[in-house]
């Protein structure tokens, strides 16, 4: 556990998350803080964030004063521009069949996923006070090519 103006943002990381991504990446925070221990940031031996700016943003929103870290010492710069992509890029696929099966949505949904995933999407043209947003279901297509499906 670090001091959590004791480590950096890395300005070059070019992963963002924003609005209500945020806004729910903030409030996993808060509702499951164990997880940072789980998964702390990582900085490297100049405190610089290589995995974790956006998690260290939600931190700062929370206003919490200590924050988990694992040192990546003795990386080449390459080795960390290498590190700071893999981290952020996410490997393998879903079941979906599991996760529509054995999963609860709205939770899966709650915790990251977003509607589109599940062929849902959320009609907003409407102004943000609306309560009743019009909720369309879209078609799911597959790719002849390489088997992936998409929805419209």
């Excluded at 963002?16 to 996993?28: A, G, H, M, P, R």
């Excluded at 405190?47 to 260290?56: A, K, S, T, W």
């Amino acid at each position: 556990m670090v001091p959590l103006d004791s480590i950096h943002k890395n300005p070059k990381n070019p992963r963002i998350i924003k609005d209500e991504k945020f806004k729910k990446l903030v409030q996993s925070i808060k509702d499951f803080p164990a997880m940072m221990k789980i998964r702390p940031i990582v900085v490297d031996d100049t405190e610089m964030i290589l995995g974790g700016n956006m998690r260290y943003e939600g931190c700062k929103e929370l206003k919490w004063k200590l924050i988990p870290v694992i040192h990546a010492k003795d990386l080449t710069e390459d080795q960390k521009k290498e590190f700071i992509v893999k981290d952020n890029v996410p490997f393998g696929e879903f079941d979906w069949a599991e996760l529509a099966n054995e999963w609860d949505k709205d939770e899966l949904i709650e915790w990251g996923f977003d509607e589109y995933m599940f062929g849902i999407k959320i009609d907003d043209t409407e102004s943000d006070d609306s309560k009743d947003k019009e909720v369309k279901e879209k078609k799911l297509h597959k790719c002849p090519a390489c088997g992936n499906e998409f929805s419209d």
